[in-house]
């Protein structure tokens, strides 16, 4: 791992940056970490406030999962075309464009007024994340040229992930009214984007082509496609309408890959997909969106309606998962030389399996003392994945690529979110499924990415 590193580092030599400030990696970091956590309580606000916004913005249930899933269906399309465009016109430039976006989006959010305001609201607000995440992790990189230094930096850029997931449900859930949430949100985020003005640097690695927005356009109507697909599938799955979204998917996938590879600057370089260690990423990226935040996205809600948790209490005994996380990510640069990115991918996964399958019953029971120590498994798993995943993004690609790399892994996380999100809300709220139906579909699905990332060899 450390001869690829260095071969990569050699070729980063040949990005640009910015001759009118020295770099700042301290800064950097923290910049590029607070404004990663605050589009993560962004992306988690409505997780415990749910069914106050159903219920103020008059959303019938089959159409809740619009509410959680406009977001990530946001960040999965534009991500991958925010990677490449911060690699060829400048990462600081696409971090403070989605910075500033993210504060717009995020306080429109509050104004809204119906269901499908408040979802182009999320939507726009995941493209600015979009941004935002594809281009920290170039940031990150170019500041950090330094092995060990990566390792620790990217973990507490990980650690960023699970601690904006902390933090949004204990917000949202204090708050008098689930509007404010957005509102002080917002606020942050623009103070955020003013102080990346001044402390970073920027770099960037020019292709001397365009930008593949035909290729962004397709990627974007089939993403679309996708989980319209999923989310009226809650309704029967054998609807006409199912049918001819999930087949339109399917063909702008594969129109999508025409396109790439005729291109002269594709999003994203098919040939990856040869790289053990390019699909050892993307496929946990995959499975994390799929098995642990399709799951924990509607969790909360379920807990509120099933023990009759208020928010801010969910939003405590949420912490428990989200909290561990953000600790773990923050200690796993101790595991660096010892245990590989895909490993410890690898056991994150099955640390989430056995935790999820520890909370069978629990709701039926009516207790939720019993959900702890499942959390506490699934907090130290999801903390293993929020650490090794952008690690992994970062050295799975040339150096003169980590943004597109990051975009890319994390294109297939937030896919895999809203098809997750989507599948756990069809389960749970099934005649024939439920809860525990849904905990075991994640559990299912957490032992796929074991097995997947354990096996990219």
């Known amino acids: 791992m450390h001869r690829f590193t260095e071969r990569t580092l050699e070729r980063a030599s040949t990005s640009t940056a910015s001759p009118a400030a020295a770099p700042t990696p301290r800064a950097t970091l923290a910049v590029t970490s607070a404004a990663t956590a605050l589009a993560l309580m962004t992306y988690t606000a409505p997780m415990v406030t749910l069914a106050d916004t159903a219920a103020a913005l008059h959303t019938t249930p089959s159409a809740q999962a619009w509410l959680l899933n406009g ?10 075309i925010a990677g490449t465009l911060a690699d060829d016109y400048g990462r600081r430039r696409i971090f403070l464009l989605g910075t500033l976006g993210l504060g717009l989006t995020t306080a429109l959010g509050a104004l809204t007024t119906t269901t499908l305001q408040f979802t182009l609201a999320r939507v ?105 697909a999923l989310t009226l599938g ?70 509120q309606r099933g023990l009759g948790l208020s928010p801010l209490a969910t939003a405590w005994l949420f912490l428990v998962w989200a909290g561990l996380a953000f600790v773990v990510a923050l200690q796993t640069r101790r595991l660096a030389g010892r245990v590989s990115p895909r490993h410890q991918l690898a056991l994150g996964f099955a640390l989430h399996l056995v935790g ?9 029971s009516g207790s939720w003392p019993r959900l702890l120590p499942g959390l ?50 069809a389960v749970a709220t099934s005649p024939g499924g439920g809860t525990d139906l849904a905990l075991v579909v994640s559990a299912g699905l957490a032992g796929m990415g074991a097995v997947g990332v354990a096996l990219a060899r």
């Open 124 to 228: 726009a607000q995941g493209a600015a994340s979009a941004a935002v995440l594809a281009s920290a992790l170039g940031l990150i990189a170019h500041a950090f040229p330094d092995p060990r230094g990566r390792v620790r930096a990217t973990g507490i850029w990980g650690a960023s992930l699970s601690g904006g997931i902390a933090l949004s449900p204990l917000l949202s859930g204090s708050l008098p009214d689930w509007r404010w949430a957005y509102v002080v949100l917002g606020a942050a985020a623009l103070v955020v984007a003013g102080l990346g003005t001044r402390t970073l640097t920027e770099s960037r690695s020019p292709r001397g082509a365009r930008p593949d927005l035909l290729g962004a356009v397709i990627f974007a109507l089939a993403l679309v496609a996708l989980v319209a």
């Open 376 to 425: 506490v498994l699934g907090g130290i798993g999801t903390g293993l994945l929020n650490a090794a995943l952008p690690l992994l993004a970062v050295e799975s690609v040339p150096a003169t690529r980590v943004a597109m790399g990051s975009g890319a892994q994390q294109t297939f996380r937030y896919v895999g979110s809203c098809a997750g999100v989507a599948v756990t809300i």
């Open 356 to 364: 999820v399958l520890t909370m069978l019953g629990a709701l039926d």
């Open 71 to 80: 977001t990530p269906l946001g960040l999965a399309a534009v991500l991958l």
């Open 234 to 303: 809650r309704d029967g799955w054998l609807r006409a309408p199912v049918g001819w979204l999930l087949l339109a998917s399917v063909v702008l996938v594969g129109g999508f890959g025409w396109v790439e590879r005729r291109v002269r600057a594709p999003m994203i370089d098919l040939s990856l997909l040869r790289s053990p260690r390019f699909l050892a990423s993307s496929a946990g990226g995959l499975f994390m969106g799929l098995a642990v935040l399709g799951l924990f996205s509607y969790l909360p809600t379920v807990l």
